[in-house]
């Protein structure tokens, strides 16, 4: 069974949309992340870091995933990083009305050892510094490394960005992050742009509008499955990476043309994430609900045009 | 053959984007719908009006493409509908700068003797009271009736609007005036709405965001073509519904899957609209290259899944 190894955060979040609000809750990148590839046939860590008021049960929940959380570090009375945001009315834009780094401001990830040769990587949104840390403990090369990052870093920390960027395959990013790193409004320019820094492979996440995969010439295009209610967006888009990351881990194959399908994945479990608050949609998910979808997006998407007129 | 008749305006448009400014140019719903339909094997004529002051050049552009150009009244001493519009930046936005209806103030479309058994009906952008009035006239149902329209009419001649929407079977509209024609903002939503007034296929256009077709439970998605420019957003949403409406046309099948088809179709030349200022793309786009990016559509969308994992 290949190895996946997940690096980010893994956290409380608390959340309001216009349907409701929630206390803290189980959140954090890699907590989307780990749920989503858990879809797959991998072996698979987490490498984070949680204070001791850290719920024993959400670590439970992960474990029974059979995700590895040994990497998860526990820092003796230590706090939980936390975020707390407020979703508008057309869930598109969100204000931040809370951000308590706590124990991840000194975050110093540690690969356990039996994922230091991991065939996939995926690096969900951190500091780049931590990024680099956790590429620099690999002892082989990886098959593929995929980063995740935010307008954030690219206002505070755009150098060491663009130094892990270097040593990436594949960058997840959304439309105006894309513009912003690339200084491009067209996508097209932008990925372009974006190959120039180092990923071979550039998916720009859409969000309600899909989401693309450049690969130099090449172009696939997934859409977001049409939904009649979204309850919470929080996590969508580490879930949709989760779901990239898992199925190329499970497969062993990084071509093109098996990233599309990879895409097609992301965005299948990212449609179940957004339906309820946090984490509970992903809990209950079952495999034949993930397939039924599946052939869903077919029906969306597959034509069979004939070119003879 | 079949036969095609296409509503709609035949005009004068000034139009300002980011990479220039043009005078009074060809432009109006009908021209770009007769334009982009004449890429397929149909009989089709245009109902409009104009003032004698427009270019016997114009007309003529039509003719050629083989679009029957009788009911085009032309107005003595009159002047030809006029349309100026500032696009901003991002080029998803426009200001209307000028609009002076002229001739198509007192329009009373008069349907050819010939094409009052149509196959097909593109009921282009107009007002409602006006596309009941070309319906009025047909001589025997026809295959299909297809309806665009636009917030102007929503806001000022909804009952109107409502009473044409009973007679049409598919609606295109975009994601702005489906939410406002259905009061939802889910598009799934809007859709069940606006099938509940008439319309049994609802074609939601989203701009750079792709197209989708509604069908009660059955809905499909295409993107548009991700462009490393975009030089004129003009025009493309009647060069989509001309594609759409000539395709089904020529055919003579408007089953749902040969939708789908026909909304790739659409959304392949619309494509080529939006690369130069106003119809200048479509006068001069040739068959090869119209297949050729059907091919890229192909290459777009298409994957091929395995469900068990």
New interface residues.
């Given amino acids: 069974m290949n190895k996946l190894l997940i690096v980010g955060t893994v956290a409380y979040d608390a959340i309001e949309t216009p349907f409701g609000k929630t206390d803290k809750i189980l959140g954090g990148a890699a907590t989307y992340i780990g749920l989503s590839a858990s879809h ?2 991998v072996k698979s860590a987490i490498v984070s870091v949680v204070g001791d008021d850290f719920s024993q049960e959400y670590l439970d929940l992960l474990s029974n995933r059979n995700i590895d959380i040994s990497g998860i570090e526990i820092v003796k009375e230590g706090k939980t990083f936390f975020w707390s945001g407020l979703y508008h ?2 869930l598109n834009s969100r204000d931040t009305l809370d951000t308590q780094l706590n124990v991840l401001a000194d975050f110093n990830p540690i690969v356990p050892e039996d994922f230091k040769d991991s065939d996939v990587i995926m690096l969900g949104n951190l500091h780049p510094n931590i990024q680099i840390g956790v590429l620099d403990q690999l002892t082989s090369k990886p098959k593929l490394v995929v980063l995740d990052t935010m307008n954030f870093w690219m206002d505070c920390a755009l150098e060491e960005l663009k130094q892990v960027l270097k040593r990436v395959d594949v960058l997840t990013i959304n439309d105006e992050e894309a513009r912003q790193l690339s200084g491009e ?5 932008a990925a372009e742009i974006i190959h120039t820094m180092g990923p071979k492979f550039v998916v720009i996440k ?1 969000g309600e ?2 989401a ?1 995969l450049f690969n130099n010439e ?4 997934a ?1 977001a499955l ?5 309850f919470d967006p929080t996590g969508a888009g580490d879930t949709f990476a989760g779901g990239f990351s898992g199925y190329l881990a ?1 497969q062993g194959n990084v071509s093109f043309h098996n990233m ?2 990879a895409i ?2 992301g965005s299948n479990l990212a449609s179940f994430c957004v339906e309820k608050f946090g984490t509970q949609r992903m809990e209950s998910l079952e495999k034949e609900e993930v ?1 039924a979808r ?2 869903q ?11 003879a ?1």
Same sequence: chains 1, 2.
């Fill in positions: 797959f046939n009315n057309d409004y067209s996508l097209v320019k859409k509008h899909g693309l090449q172009v696939f295009f859409p049409p939904l009649k209610e979204v499970q599309k399908n097609i994945h397939n599946l052939q997006f077919k029906m969306l998407t597959q034509f069979d045009i004939e070119l007129q």
